[in-house]
């Protein structure tokens, strides 16, 4: 399972969570925070912001000009 480093957005604390990513955002498996790291107690607002910046990136990426002759 692919592990990241994330920033929480509640403690400012450097975080190892476990995810999946899966067509409906990141699911979130298990966080480094809690014990056992299975047990989450969270919004889990990271994976939330995660997913925003992931669809602000694609967007970027599929941004198309047109230049319209004048």
């Known amino acids: 399972m692919p592990t990241m480093l994330v920033t929480c ?3 400012a604390h450097l ?3 476990e995810y999946d990513d ?3 955002g990141m699911l979130v498996h298990a ?3 809690f014990e056992p790291a299975c047990v989450l107690r969270c919004d889990r607002a990271c994976a939330a ?3 925003r910046k992931r669809l602000l990136e694609e967007d970027a990426e599929t941004l198309v000009q ?3 002759p004048t």
């Open 66 to 68: 047109i230049r319209i």
């Open 9 to 11: 957005p509640e403690t």
């Open 15 to 17: 975080e190892q969570i």
């Open 49 to 51: 912001r995660l997913d």
């Open 22 to 24: 899966h067509p409906f």
């Open 31 to 33: 966080c480094s925070r």
